[in-house]
């Protein structure tokens, strides 16, 4: 199953410009491991779109996809797989 999610989050990024934890409420989450990055730059009906995408393997079992905006420089949450 897949949830679709929605607002900012906080990202810590490694020397390799990957997150390594993900801010959860209060508490910090490891990134077990990056598991895919992709990049979308698209003129979606006009509004311009960039965004660097990484799906990332909690050290809790939990996958998530994540994007930063490369306008804005955000992270921004978008799915979580169970």
Do not use: F, H, Q
């Given at each position: 199953?897949?949830?679709?999610?929605?607002?900012?989050?906080?990202?810590?990024?490694?020397?390799?410009?990957?997150?390594?934890?993900?801010?959860?409420?209060q508490v910090w989450g490891r990134v077990a491991e990056v598991v895919n990055t992709w990049r979308v730059e698209t003129d979606w009906w006009r509004i311009p779109v960039g965004r660097d995408y990484v799906r990332c393997l909690l050290n809790d079992g939990e996958c998530v996809d994540l994007y930063r905006d490369l306008e804005t420089g955000e992270w921004h949450r978008e799915r979580r797989y169970d």
């Open positions: 199953m897949t949830e679709l999610l929605e607002g900012t989050v906080e990202v810590r990024i490694g020397p390799d410009g990957r997150p390594v934890a993900i801010r959860n409420g």
